[in-house]
């Protein structure tokens, strides 16, 4: 690892054992995940979920999560505080806790019965990659103190510094800046997740401050708990019916769940396992949506909308529209996530457990509302006709006399490519017919299609299915792809590998941007997920200086990049700003935005499901007063240029095979 | 292809709001309210701005609106 012998000397010297917390400085992606803006906040939810299992297990119900001027962090809890004795590896257990891997009190020794903790890792690692941490422990009317440094070396022991009336444990640290490229804490994120875990508890309340800005924060306080969690998710679209809630234990597994549907189209689920969130689901997930296509099929047919000859509906019928919320409470000894992160949840008892808890109550929730359970069976029976009538224009286009149908739709406007590799060739969305025809002229033809797009496209999240069937631009982008469409949409069948928008570097670009990603996000969502939606950067300045032979070019996407062009080219340079695709001859184009060499593309990801459907909903959505606030709070107004896409905190480099 | 290709990962929700908030703060500052100084949209301002240049005054006889160059942005 650090050794520099050549590779020749590979002894028994060579093989070098990292001791203690110097594993984590050395490897801490395997903690943490990475070292950028993702890490970072790692470590804040790392203390504060300790915390919120401390609030779990019963003691406290009040955190609050401080950002300090200098980027350090203050998590203080009002639980029993960590225990301040003398350990019996000969350290005062705090020290222990936080220098020490796999110290936990979480093993199942009693002092917590469920936890999201699991490794007694967390304290010692944020501790390892913390420039100072210090913990005061109020416990037993006693006030303790320790401080580490530089990577989790005590620099006190365990000091005793007067007497206190209060209970709990605060820890604060300072996240190393030789170990994380970026050290700025993000509000909106931090506030994000804390809002999450506050739901998840009732009754627990999460206080966040942030000191660099004069009386920013947020109390997140919520009674109802996931209820609260599901109404925040539709807080912006309209709602069929108020959220229903069931809970119930079985096998020392608690269960909670908390659904509503909304008048949209997509689902959201979202699964936690000890207030942990589930990202790619699990068991627990596996049996709510079994139980729930199970309990929709039964009841269907017992009040006679589905007849006995129908067709049962299908899980993603019923889910049309349904955002919920599965939360379990898994004690020790039973839980087991699949792989290193908790992604996904392992345990099998979850599943009979979440699926007769739900299957039970659930049916319940639909006979005592009659109505409304017949007016959602009625809309799933919709889903499924409009399911099978997609699927059966499907097949109709795939053989026979339609295709030719398909095709003659096609040929006004899409430019193919020649071959016909789906996992090489590249469809380009381009703004207007002007661009089109010089990206037409500049591609490479062997595997890049262009089809140009006209004005504006229809905004996907606010028009009728209807109407967006009918709209002749959303219809020649599902057939040039030709994978279907909504949750007929499958990724393979895709005849490309990646979906490049390509607009005007200007306003109305971005709006059509916006626009197209609603689409693809609304009716082609795993296709963003399987990273082929891509957007292009064209250069913003061309600097240039000569004519003919003797001419230099230089582009520039930034205003750095601009400064650093301009010195390059040097004195008598003739700057041009483009404000639009059209401006730009064949071969610039080519060598600028398309050539795979060098043109600059954004993959658009899906990191948070939640995240993302509030975004697009508030935005795009029917409802005017969210999207006004947002603009409120995000949009700086003022004369200064805006800032520059490339300049996102969020954004991540990755080497990616083309 | 074996060469690799370099992509800049952005979640969804930053490119929309990159995008929707630059949309949005152009049409709101620079397309769709009138000022309230003048009551007149940028766009009127302009059109308004290029006929006084051109000398284009209403005791003018009346001249082709094609012909009023200095009405781009």
Sequence with gaps: MTNKQSPSVYNDDAIQVLEGLEAVRKRPGMYIGSTDGRGLHHLVYEIVDNAVDEALAGFGSHIIVKIHKD???????????????????????????????????????????????????????????????????????????????????????????????????????????????????NYDTLAERLRESAFLLKGLKIELIDEREEGKGDVFFYENGIEAFVAYLNEEKDVLHPVKYVEGIQDDIEVEFAFQYNDGYSETILSF????????????????????????????????????????????DIREGLAAIVSVRIPEHLLQFEGQTKGKLGTSEARSAVDSVVSEQILYVLEENAELSASLVRKAIRAQQVREAARKAREDARNGKKNKKASTILSGKLTPAQSRNAAKNELYLVEGDSAGGSAKQGRDRTFQAILPLRGKVINTEKAKLQDIMKNEEISTIIH???????????????????????????????????????FFYRYMRP???????????????????????????????????????????????????????????????????????????IRVTIEDGARAERRVTTLMGDKVEPRRKWIEANVNFGMEDDSNILDNEFIQQEEDQA | MSSTEKFQDLPLEEVMGDRFGRYSKYIIQDRALPDARDGLKPVQRRILYAMFSEGNTHDKPFRKSANSRECNW
């Excluded at chain 1, 903790?117 to 690692?125: A, I, K, R, T």
């Excluded at chain 1, 909504?486 to 570097?505: L, Q, R």
Aim: hydrophobic share 35%; with cysteine.
């Design chain 1, 527 to 601: 296709l963003i997920e399987a990273g082929k939606v891509f957007i292009a950067l064209p250069p913003l300045y061309k600097i240039s200086k000569g004519t003919g032979k003797k001419e230099v070019i230089e582009y520039a996407w930034t205003e750095n990049d601009l400064q650093k062009a301009i010195k390059k080219v040097g004195k008598g340079y003739i700057l041009q700003r483009y404000k639009g695709l059209g401006e730009m001859n064949a071969d610039q184009l080519w060598d600028t935005t398309m050539n795979p060499e060098t043109r600059t593309l």
């Design chain 1, 273 to 316: 396992v000890n207030n942990v969130r589930t990202r790619d689901g699990g068991t627990h997930e596996t049996g709510a949506k079994a139980a729930l296509t199970r309990v929709f099929n039964e009841y269907a047919r017992k009040i006679g909308l589905l007849k006995e000859k129908d067709k049962n509906l299908e899980g993603t």
């Design chain 1, 71 to 185: 980027q350090s962090i203050s998590v203080r809890d009002f639980g029993r505080g960590m225990p301040t004795g003398m350990h019996k590896m000969g350290k005062p257990t705090p020290e222990i806790i936080f220098t020490v891997l796999h110290a936990g009190g979480k093993f199942g020794q009693g002092g917590y019965k469920t936890s999201g903790g699991l490794h007694g890792v967390g304290s010692s690692v944020v501790n390892a990659l913390s420039t100072f941490l210090e913990v005061t422990i109020h416990r037993d009317g006693k006030k303790y103190c320790q401080r580490f440094e530089n990577g989790g070396h005590p620099v006190t022991t365990l000091e005793e510094i007067g007497s206190t009336k209060q209970t709990g444990t605060l820890v604060h640290f300072l996240p190393d800046d030789k170990i994380f490229s970026v050290t700025k804490f």
């Design chain 1, 480 to 518: 040039a792809i030709g994978a279907g469409v909504g949750t007929d949409f499958s990724v393979e069948d895709s005849a490309y590998d990646k979906v490049v928008i390509m607009t005007d570097a200007d306003t109305d670009g971005a709006h059509i941007q916006v626009l197209l990603l609603t």
